[in-house]
């Protein structure tokens, strides 16, 4: 296990803490989001992702994956209206040094490295900011949520119009629940969320998922390819944590509470104990490229 996979974390004693949405964003950031570099990193190279690449990333998080792009060289916008808090610490990685409320302005030295890096809640409305995108990625993957893809279409419909002809436009999901081992542990939120809300619970990723999105967008298909993105953290409390960073259980807290979650879930982890403490689950990830006709 690589050290990155593995670095320590405070506990948080408090289980309220958990769905604090500031606490949340920072262990989605710390613990979670990493756990997809490797599918990040397939994307780009596949892509030829460099200082010719103008990319729009939707539901962008906390920045990772728009920071390695900008790495590359590329000219990069951010946008994600479901979680200010993971927006800000975006702005934090990409615009360390440009005051809050100016995230699309040139900033001090720590804005140099990208300066043409852009962070919003939403698209910029056609005509209003910048366009000619190549790349549009939506990396979050699907299928993790029933109905989780229908909010992405309303995405994709609005930043299009921003995309130039044939631009490629990446969207990402879970792959088959039998090759991925957190698809056992996800199912803890389905078995506590049922009673209230089982439409917002845990569901088998389809193999069409990716394509009928695409499809529904007037999207082309233009290839996929499939990640492995194994899940390792330091213990128990950090995989706990990065778990429920996800949004995943966020059903089962409403029907149960964070105690019972916190709870049910580390029982779930421990067929994926180490014997020197780390928890480790063998997932893959699917992609698809599609094109802007």
């Known amino acids: 296990m690589t050290p990155t996979l593995v670095r320590q974390h405070t506990s948080h004693a408090d289980s309220a803490a958990r769905v604090d949405p500031s606490a949340r964003a920072r262990d989605w950031s710390e613990i979670q989001e990493r756990m997809l570099v490797p599918l990040y990193e397939a994307v780009y190279d596949r892509l030829d992702v460099g200082p010719a690449t103008r990319l729009l990333g939707l539901r962008c998080g906390s920045g990772l994956a728009l920071l390695m792009a900008a790495s ?9 209206s479901a979680s200010p808090e993971r927006l800000a610490l975006a702005r934090e990685r990409l615009l360390p040094d440009t005051p809050p409320g100016r995230a699309g302005s040139r900033g001090g030295s720590g804005t140099r490295a990208r300066p043409t890096a852009r962070l919003a809640a939403d698209p910029p409305a056609a005509g209003t900011g910048p366009a000619g995108y190549t790349l549009v990625t939506a990396l979050e993957p699907i299928g993790g949520l029933a109905g989780d893809s229908e909010g992405l279409g309303e995405l994709l419909a609005d930043a299009l119009p921003l995309a130039g002809r044939g631009a490629a436009v990446v969207l990402a999901g879970w792959g088959p629940p039998e090759r991925c081992a957190t698809s056992s542990v996800l199912r803890v939120a389905t078995k506590l969320a049922d009673p209230v809300c089982g439409t917002r619970t845990w569901r088998p990723s389809r193999r069409d998922d990716l394509e009928e999105v695409a499809a529904r967008a007037g999207l082309k298909p233009d290839g996929s390819g499939r990640v492995a993105c194994p899940f390792g953290y330091a213990g128990l409390d950090s995989a706990v944590r990065g778990l ?12 149960t509470d964070a105690k019972q979650v916190d709870k049910e879930l580390a029982e779930a982890l421990h067929p994926h104990r180490r ?4 928890v480790w689950m063998p997932n893959v990830f699917r992609y698809l490229i ?3 006709p």
């Open 72 to 80: 590359r060289g590329a000219a990069v916008t951010g946008v994600d």
């Open 244 to 255: 429920l960073s996800t949004g995943l259980f966020d059903a089962a807290i409403t029907a």
């Open 275 to 278: 014997p020197d403490g780390t």
């Open 290 to 292: 599609a094109r802007v």
